[in-house]
């Protein structure tokens, strides 16, 4: 686990029933870790009145429709 952050990714996943096989979740705990660490400081560097957002909302784009 990383020392900037103490989040224990592989637990979260479980967790939340995601089944992610280890090897995986090894190079996603590590993808999350470092966006942990760049993010971090960042999110300290907000002023007090703005919030960060804690959750995004993914939707996917209308497919085109055909031109006939």
Known sequence: MNST???DWK???RAN???IPDAALERIAAS???LEAD????ARALPP???PALAFRATLA???E???
């Open 32 to 34: 999350l870790d470092a």
């Open 39 to 42: 993010f971090r400081p960042l």
């Open 49 to 51: 009145e703005t919030e």
């Open 17 to 19: 029933g995601l089944a």
């Open 62 to 64: 209308a497919e085109p």
């Open 11 to 13: 637990k979260i996943a």
């Open 5 to 7: 952050c103490n989040k």
């Open 66 to 68: 055909d031109a006939e």
